[in-house]
């Protein structure tokens, strides 16, 4: 296990400027990804996959080889380039509009293939990139640029509970739910990442972690209120906890 200076960057970080918004998460989840990269010495055998959203940007924040997918098809680009190389770690970087809603054939079926990748879903509750609009991870009563009024359940039905489907399937190897809004969730949710990666590392499968995150920008809140409103609303609908744990103690 390499060592880390804390006092500088991870190393498979770029260190380019986050151009994220003022508040937003992603860029606490791209250091621990980060970290754990640096930790488990594979930044040189590396690949990530970005799709379409806020989270396509990640491809310029890491120090490690990837490429763009469609916007959902990440699961299906990784399938295929660690398939095509499995001596590398190949991991997506995805959030829920992307994943939970045109992506959802490619992240279930990629779990219950067990394909040892690993993913990292960024679940703010919204569509952060193109607008605000709905997605299927928004709440009910929830106001959006597409549902002014409220998510109503009757109308556009319950939020999609994206770990609780992906437990049932026999392929996951490691699948929690986690949130970064305080230091100590920062500790817990790098421990989970790292589990993740663990999963692919030691060939048990597929590993997936949901990050419960903000969007101050289109939730039109505060950082500090963005924080409380996740707190308050978001951990409510989405216990945090781990659903699946095949790595043991992770070393």
């Not at 001596?87 to 394909?115: C, M, P, S, W």
């Amino acid at each position: 296990m390499a060592y880390i200076d804390r006092f500088k960057g991870p190393h498979a970080l770029s260190g380019k400027e986050f151009t994220y918004c003022p508040g937003c998460h992603h860029g606490i989840v791209h250091r621990l990804v980060a970290e754990v990269i640096d930790e488990l010495g594979i930044e040189g055998k590396t690949m990530m996959v970005a799709p379409v959203g806020c989270a396509v940007f990640s491809y310029e924040f890491f120090n490690v080889d990837g490429t763009v997918a469609a916007h959902g098809r990440a699961p299906a680009v990784a399938t295929g380039m660690k398939r095509a190389t499995p001596e590398k770690t190949v991991f997506t970087y995805q959030g829920d509009g992307d994943l939970a809603a045109i992506g959802t054939a490619e992240i279930v079926h990629a779990a219950n293939r067990g394909e040892k990748i690993t993913t990292i879903f960024i679940n703010n509750a919204i569509y952060g990139m193109t607008g605000g609009q709905m997605a299927p991870t928004s709440l009910l009563g929830m106001k959006t640029t597409t549902s002014p009024y409220g998510r109503r359940a009757d109308r556009e039905g319950h939020p999609i509970h994206v770990s609780e489907v992906l437990k049932e399937l026999d392929g996951v190897a490691y699948l929690s739910r986690t949130k970064v809004n305080t230091p100590q969730d920062v500790i817990k949710t790098k421990k989970a990442i790292k589990k993740a990666f663990l999963a692919q590392e030691k060939g048990i499968g597929f590993g997936i972690v949901e990050v419960l995150s903000t969007c101050p920008t289109n939730w039109g809140l505060t950082p500090v209120e963005s924080n409380k409103w996740l707190e308050e609303n978001m951990t409510k609908e989405y216990p945090l906890g781990v659903f699946v744990d095949k790595v043991g103690d992770g070393k």
